[in-house]
């Protein structure tokens, strides 16, 4: 499936409104039989939209729905290779295919991923409609050496399109998380295709949680946020998709060519673990330390018995006291 079909899209503009509609209108509307309306509803329910009965009343979405919008985005980014896709596999996947045929600094978004990658072969839980799934292909042609900083510089750019978008007080957990007050609100994967010598091929994909389905929320095994939940309005996709279009437009050229170093400053600002006791999870054994940031290849830097190492790959997290 790549998208709803005629009937399927018809149901969702009308219950985008976020007000009652009785089974018998909609049936009207869609042409169909009010068991067939049913099956339409429990579609939509299937792919995350939080839709629910009221005897007497008809269905409802539990909030209205706005829906990604292409030529808004381009026309707020001034950016022409933007894809805006219903329902797809993955964003990454989608733009890993289609590798070398892409016009540099292409993007794809979608409502929905069917299967949806985090890190670590893990799934990232991607409901219809609800949260941000944007991937970008960049393509480095001074190769592979320069990438060590790159997820980190990716998620300086995250932080700066939701500071434009009004959101604040989001920090960074080494090397691609972000974070609010101790839970993960937004993610990074980045996926390369690259031959020794030759230009690196890489999908940079940003899953940002916007607005969390009850139901979907039960499938996620970490503390998380969403950015409905720490601002007051309603939270503009189309927006916050465009800030980060020109915010990776800005930085990914600057990064290239200076690397890291200019923005060593921001990360520190932003680590949310800086000078705490962390543990650090590597492939076979934890490790015990004090973060104390990173260097200028990215690489985070742990105090142990007052010595400094550094650690190039591994995951993060607080060691409580
Ligand atoms: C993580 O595990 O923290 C990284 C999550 C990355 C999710 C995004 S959503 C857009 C892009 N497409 C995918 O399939 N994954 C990334």
Not at 148 to 158: E, K, M, P, R, Y
Request: glycine share 10%; with cysteine; proline share 3%.
């Amino acid at each position: 499936m790549s998208e709803l079909n005629e009937q399927g899209n018809a149901l969702l503009k009308l219950l985008a409104d976020g007000h009652f509609h009785s089974g018998e209108k909609i049936g009207e509307l869609l042409g169909v039989s009010r068991t067939s309306v049913n099956n339409y509803i429990k579609g939509l329910q299937e792919i995350g939209l939080d839709i629910y009965k009221v005897p007497g009343r008809g269905y409802q979405s539990a909030t209205p729905i706005d829906l990604l919008d292409e030529k808004i985005i381009r026309s707020l980014s001034q950016h022409a290779h933007v894809k805006v896709e219903q329902i797809l596999d993955s964003t990454n996947k989608w733009l890993l295919d289609k590798i070398p045929n892409l016009k540099n600094g292409q993007i794809c978004i979608a409502e929905y991923q069917l299967a949806g990658r985090g890190r670590r072969g893990r799934t990232w839980v991607s409901p219809f409609a609800s949260h941000l799934y944007f991937s970008y292909y960049w393509r480095f042609e001074s190769g592979i050496e320069k990438l060590s900083g790159l997820s980190l510089l990716v998620g300086i750019a995250t932080v700066n399109a939701l500071e434009e978008t009004g959101i604040k007080g989001v920090s960074l957990k080494w090397p691609n998380d972000l974070y609010y007050q101790g839970k993960k609100l937004a993610g990074i994967l980045i996926e390369l295709n690259a031959q020794a010598n030759e230009a690196c091929h890489t999908v940079i994909g940003i899953g940002i949680n916007v607005r969390m389905p009850p139901e979907q929320a039960k499938l996620i095994d970490q503390p998380w946020i969403d950015l409905s939940s720490l601002s007051d309005g309603k939270v503009d996709r189309n927006l916050l998709s465009a800030n980060l279009i020109s915010q990776l437009q800005k930085l990914l050229p600057e990064y290239e060519k200076n690397g890291l170093k200019p923005h060593l400053t921001k990360w520190f600002e932003l680590d949310c673990f800086l000078n705490q006791p962390v543990n650090v999870l590597l492939a076979d054994k934890h490790k015990a330390g004090i973060c104390r940031g990173i260097d200028e290849h990215g690489a985070l830097l742990l105090e142990c018995n007052g010595n400094i190492e550094t650690y190039i790959g591994g995951e993060v997290s607080l060691r409580l006291a």
